[in-house]
């Protein structure tokens, strides 16, 4: 049992929430998810605690350096369109990750948070992340986390401006968006690297991404130290093996663990939820991204907001066909879980997984 430190120092709540303000302002890499694990833990015994930390979560943290448009961004030559564009994360979007792809990039983040650490010990902080993955899973997401918890602008090279651009000059202005990377303090983001980078000998489009690659392989080899290049793909097998090996860090994404999409429900639904109903959601998931699991809540949350009716039933409703792919052991299971937990009823419950009451009733005696 933890002891209620609170009561003895009785911190008060204007303290309290200036504290967390501090804490939801602040780059450190983590802040943020700790904070929303903090809200989650209070929410059932210290409502009020929790209703705060998620006041001062939706402030979100603010950018440490100056935001807009850099006035001389690279333009295509030809379309005077601009060939990056400069964004910054809007606050409480935190990628949820497994800790095997969220330590490295945690500490990727900390080497150039402390550079002159590394310095003193004559060492430069990674330059470039490799990472990969299948759609939807949050590398993008993770890119912009990156360079916000650095406190640096992202730099997204807009691939398609690139690639729209007349033949010949592709190269030109890929160059172009790398030297105004290096002029400026910022993280530069390659998404979808795939779509220039495609193996050289893909017989389709030789020439043009042929020379692409090369003027992309120079490119990193003179990436300067101190900055940080980040690039994802959704396709690492059509990527030239010369270019995987340029970078320093390369990290696959895996399809969310029932953890995190446990977390993802939760953060994704915004209010308090049992644990076993976060559980149930989690295991009607598994396999699916977090993409697709906060498209599918924030559609049930419009449709609950309309009908007047519960977002976790709505949820379930759109995605009931689910339970009949499950085992019926782990059916049965789930729906005891939901009838303990979720405060629906046994009908509601019975109609969304096809569990007899009499079963529900049968297997919650047993649990
Ligand atoms: N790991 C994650 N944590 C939190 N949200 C996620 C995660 N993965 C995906 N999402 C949600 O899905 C959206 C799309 O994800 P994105 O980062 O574009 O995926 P990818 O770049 O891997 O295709 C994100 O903006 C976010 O709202
Ligand atoms: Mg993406």
Redesign the pocket.
Known sequence: MTKNYADQISLSRADLVHLLGLSARSAAPGAQTSLRRMARRYRDNNPDVAKAIVETLREGPTRSVASGQSLDAPLDSESKLPLIREESLTPQ?????DAGVRAPLEQVIEEHVNGSRLLEAGLAPTGTVL?S??????????AHWMAQSIGLPLFVLDLSAVMNSLLGQTGANIKRVFDHARRTPSVLFL?EIDAVAKKRDDNAEVGELKRLVTVLLQEIDNWPEGSLLVS?T?HSQLLDPALWRRFDVILE?PL?SLD?LAE?AA?FFDAPMPQATLRMIAKLYEGE???RL?RDVLRARRTAALRGTDPVQALLGAVHDRFDSMPVRDRGRVAADLSKHAGLSQRVISELTGVSRDTIRKYSRAT
Do not use: M, R, Y
């Open positions: 979007q935190q990628p949820i990750l990472l993955g299948p759609p939807g899973v949050g590398k993008t997401l993770a998404d994802a959704n994404f969310p995190s993802g953060t991204t977090l993409s906060e």
